[in-house]
């Protein structure tokens, strides 16, 4: 049996999850089972890789949740500003049972089935132009994952937020289409966006995490013994990604000076200032689509627990 697994990056935490998973359900299922990883959007587009899990023609897709909102809503909470202290906050956080079983429940009445969800860096803006305060994104068309709490964000920092899959970032920004990018410096690093838009504006505002599907059509198609290796070695992938995740996370900022990329962090009192606009987001967001802020609620107790 060939499985296609699939994501949008390269080099980062999501592709290095879909190879330790390649090599674990090969070995696992004694041959029964042979993965292909396909990174870098090599199966199209974002959105076209999620319809083709649900479909079953892609049977394991991995990037950030934001991207299934389309499929439920829910999904958007984990990118709320404001929840984390760090990253390794973060990722404890991630990995609370009670949050963790109810966003891995999510999209199962849409062909999809969660099976580990994990941190991949800190939220940066990859800017054309350097920004040293919150007036600097004033009037910026700044690309962000297709999600109303994203969206929300760049708003209160006085800019144009842009959904946009990313096979599409790249050609917008040497274009001009895009003045600057919100994800995390690891995967913009990796695809070398330094040569295009050289500032890695700091924000830390939020977290960036990566959930890995199957498609469960797929996966209740198989038989009970290779239903229970796949669901164990996606677990034991999720439980031992972070060391790869935070270790690429901080390189990621020696990488972008050395190809020519400038970092740049705000002074604490301009931090504090924009945090302070920031952190009512998730709340108000949450709170306008149904049974979202009970999600909301299960991360906010989830982010205390784990302080």
Known sequence: MVIKLATATLNDAQHEWLKRFATMIDKDSNGRIKAQVFPASQLGSIPRM???????????????????????????????????????????????????????????????????????????????????????????????????????????????????????VLPALQQGALDAVMGDTPVFTDLRYYSVAKYAVETEHALVSSIAVFSKKWFDGLPPDLQKIALTDAQKVTDNIYPFAYAEYTQSFKTWTSGGGTVIRFDPKEQAKMMALLEPVGGKVAAKTPGEKELWDLLQAAAKRTE
């Not at 849409?110 to 580990?116: A, E, Q």
């Not at 920004?131 to 690309?143: T, W």
């Open 50 to 168: 999620i319809e083709q899990t649900q479909f079953g023609s892609i049977q394991c897709w991995v990037g950030p949740p934001e991207f299934l909102s389309g499929v439920d809503m829910r999904y958007e909470v984990v990118s709320a500003p404001g929840l984390f202290k760090d990253i390794a906050h973060a990722h404890r956080a991630l990995q609370d049972p009670a949050f963790d079983k109810a966003i891995l429940a999510l999209g199962a009445n849409k062909g999809l089935k969660g099976v580990g969800i994990f941190v991949s860096a800190p939220e940066s803006i990859i800017s054309r132009k350097p920004v040293h305060d919150i007036a600097g994104f004033s009037g910026m068309k700044i690309r962000v994952l297709a999600a109303p709490m994203q969206m929300e964000q760049i708003r209160a920092l006085g800019a144009t937020p842009v959904p946009m899959s990313l096979g599409e």
